[in-house]
């Protein structure tokens, strides 16, 4: 028996978000592209040195991005969109307009390129745009210069590319209406991948690692029959292919897999479901079998001695098996030694990227010695984490007595939204935002220090009352009509419920990348969870208590919260959720007994939870959305509930949207031109909309005209007295300068079109 370890990619920020930093110091003009290229590079090898002194076999090159993954693989095939072209020359700069949109020579705003969520997790990448008749051409290296990097160095190198018919999955037709598909262009593609695989050959590559996750989906037979086209073009005998599947099962496609002239497959065996020995009965003997056994996507360490018991007497009996993770170690962070506020005894409960490294190489000694003895570290795994899950006796019985009152409002929304508006009495098209604002360097420090014990509670609550009596007069001054508190209390809107609510775990350096430049630290589900004291009540009241304009509430939903942070492995995320939705239940209670009148409920993770195989999807949209309601139904008809959205295919879930039954709901739709906003016009949806007007994710600024343009265009999808007008996001990761004027072109824009009306 021969087994060979790898793993899929590396997380490519930095232990220290040495990435991030340098992206944003290049972009403020405060260092040369040559000083962020030497960051690229020094993250790399060290990268690539730690897999190697971890144990691993081959080492992964390709899995670095500048931006992302999916923006890097449309420069090496020259799909660059026109408007980022300009004549000049394509560059590291090309990425970054790409990704965050940039403002030209004569002051014209170019918008980014769209943003969707990588299938079901929480790391974005940049939709690729394809047009009729469209030329690819191989014309960025990056790809290339790495492997020269890495083979310079010594290492055994493994090529990471995304594969040509999954990379046209995740794009979409622009330009011209056209019934041109995106499989009509793999006659375009191909001749541009066999380029590329050409070039690995001319360097003595072995393996190359072809990611096609669309292979888990339920595809169509216009996409099923594609696959065996491109990977004969793409043979060639000098160089083997493995074809790399995760997130889900393969069982329903694995009769086009196994008809493809490749050299080996990888599964997902954490997140699909599979039987071994019927699935290597299933592909041909001499294929290579890579078996996903660590989790990619979660941080509990491994039970490796249970793995090893599991799977030795099945993997004993074949030939070339390879040992890797579920997936790459994009989502997960890099160090659990990083976290010296852990004692020895937690951090041996977790497993990050490096210590994931560790675990499939002592795994695969053990299975090729067929020696147990390898994994002794980790005799003790199983119980101390069982130690941690004590059932909470009052949150089980709770949870038994939920009825269908507790999800359910008093009355229809077209009573509740009379009441609300005799109540809130607001113009026509009111104006808002959603929820944060610039996270200053004082706002920051006051945080820090406060966390660090170098102010105490009295000074930090009075410097915290003082930010947001500042955001309140900013707010008023620019003229929205519903205001906000800012959120400068908060970190993150998922860490800083999990650090006040009981049975979250947080870490102190667990970044994992989101998009870009922007990292989240998910917080560690660890036990059952509940509210033991008011959340965000004493900020909102002290800022309602400074205007006489609304000021919304601010929580984030049960469904992100779970989704954003690593879970629990022991109970199901129906349960997790409900427990979430109960402690939410009893805050949106308390705020709205404090006298506050809208409250959002953020679910902007929602669409991000739909199981990939739709078979799955009715039982997941039940639960998701009767947690929603089970936190937000405790109110009465004059308050009003709003939630938010970000990226996502809506229309898989407008039923479900509906069944929120949500008063408002605000969403990321100004990277998405009129699609979004046809899909809401096609369902009918009835009840109040803000669609985001100013992308906070670019750097342009949009003028009055753009605006007044933008609100013109939304009224012929939404009504007018549905309308409400809002950024698409919040706003922490802006400046105050370019948020102040944003916000007031968006107020003027708006009281200049209520005049025409």
Request: aromatic letters at 12%; glycine letters at 4%.
């Amino acid at each position: 028996m021969t087994i060979v370890n790898h793993i899929l990619g590396f997380p490519r920020i930095g232990l220290n978000r040495e990435l991030k930093k340098a992206q944003e110091i290049y972009w403020n003009n405060k260092i040369s592209k040559e000083d962020l290229f030497l960051v690229g590079y020094k993250l790399r090898k060290h990268h690539w040195n730690l897999q190697k002194k971890s144990g691993i076999d081959l080492i992964s090159v390709g899995d670095f991005a500048w931006y992302d993954h999916v923006l890097t693989t449309s420069l090496m095939l020259g799909n660059i969109p026109k408007r980022y072209k300009n004549n000049e020359n394509i560059d590291i700069d090309t990425i970054f307009k790409i990704g965050r949109g940039f403002t030209t020579k004569e002051g014209q705003s170019i918008p980014a390129s769209e943003m969707k969520k990588w299938f079901n997790t929480n790391y974005h990448y940049i939709v690729p745009e394809f047009y009729k008749n469209q030329k690819f051409e191989f014309i960025w290296t990056q790809l290339f210069d790495e492997i020269d990097e890495a083979k310079k160095i010594g290492y055994r190198v493994k090529p990471v590319i995304l594969g040509p018919l999954t990379y046209l999955w995740l794009g979409k037709m622009v330009g011209e209406k056209t019934k041109s598909d995106r499989l009509s262009l793999l006659s375009e593609l191909i001749p541009v991948y066999q380029k590329i695989i050409y070039e690995l050959e001319k360097r003595k590559i072995e393996w190359i690692q072809i990611d096609e996750p669309i292979l888990v989906l339920e595809l169509s037979q216009d996409w099923k029959k594609c696959f065996k086209q491109v990977y004969e073009a793409l043979y060639n005998k000098n160089i083997k292919i493995l074809i790399t599947t995760y997130f889900d099962s393969i069982n329903h496609n694995i009769d086009i897999i196994n008809q493809l002239p490749i050299q080996g497959l990888h599964v997902d065996l954490i997140y699909g479901k599979y039987d071994i020995n019927n699935l290597k009965q299933s592909i041909p003997e001499n294929w290579i079998l890579s078996l996903g056994i660590i989790n990619g996507r979660n941080v509990w360490r491994s039970d490796l001695i249970k793995i090893f018991k599991d799977f030795f007497p099945i993997i004993n009996k074949y030939k070339n098996i390879w040992i890797g993770p579920s997936c790459s170690f994009l989502h997960i962070p890099i160090d659990i030694n990083a976290e010296n506020n852990f004692d020895k005894k937690t951090q041996q409960l977790f497993s990050f990227a490096i210590q994931k490294c560790e675990e499939i190489a002592c795994l695969s000694l053990a299975l090729k010695e067929n020696n147990i003895k390898y994994l002794e570290q980790w005799e003790n795994v199983s119980f101390l984490q069982k130690s941690l899950h004590v059932k909470n006796k009052k949150i089980y019985d709770r949870i038994a007595n939920i009825n269908i009152y507790d999800i359910k409002r008093k009355n229809s929304y077209n009573i509740r939204s009379i009441k609300q508006k005799n109540k809130l009495k607001l113009p026509l098209l009111p104006t808002t935002t959603i929820g944060s604002f610039p996270q200053t360097t004082e706002i920051r420090k006051t945080r820090f220090d406060f966390k660090t014990n170098q102010i105490n509670s009295e000074q930090y609550n009075h410097m915290m009352n003082n930010h947001i009596k500042n955001i309140i007069k900013k707010q008023e001054k620019i003229g929205l009509d519903v205001l906000v508190h800012g959120e400068p209390e908060r970190n993150d809107m998922v860490e800083y419920f999990s650090e006040n609510l009981e049975g979250f775990l947080i870490t102190n350096n667990g970044w994992v990348q989101s998009y870009g430049s922007r990292c989240v630290k998910p917080p560690i589900i660890i036990s059952d969870i509940y509210r033991s004291k008011p959340i965000t009540i004493k900020w909102t009241n002290y800022a309602q208590s400074l205007t006489k304009k609304p000021i919304k509430g601010m929580l984030t939903g049960p469904v992100t919260i779970l989704l954003w942070s690593f879970p629990r492995e022991d109970i199901s995320y129906e349960l997790i959720a409900k427990q979430i939705a109960l402690a939410l239940r009893d805050e949106v209670k308390d705020l709205e007994k404090s006298g506050i009148s809208i409250i959002q409920i953020d679910e902007p993770a929602l669409r991000e939870g739909l199981p990939l195989h739709k078979s799955a999807w009715k039982n997941y949209l039940m639960w998701a959305v009767n947690s929603f309601k089970l936190s937000a139904c405790v109110v009465k008809d004059t308050t009003q509930i709003h939630t938010h959205m970000c990226y996502c295919e809506f229309n898989d879930i407008m039923e479900s949207i509906s069944l929120l039954d949500v008063d408002v709901i605000t969403i990321e739709n100004s990277r998405s031109n009129e699609n979004l906003l046809n899909i809401f016009k096609k369902n009918k949806y009835f009840k109040d909309i803000g669609p985001g007007i100013y992308d906070v994710h670019s750097m342009n600024i949009p003028s009055v005209i753009d605006f007044e343009h933008c609100i013109s265009k939304i009224t012929k999808y939404i009504p007018k007295n549905q309308l409400w007008i809002n950024p698409d996001c919040g706003l922490k990761t802006r400046n105050w300068k370019e948020t102040y004027i944003a916000l007031k072109n968006m107020v003027t824009a708006t009281k200049n079109f209520r005049k025409k009306l």
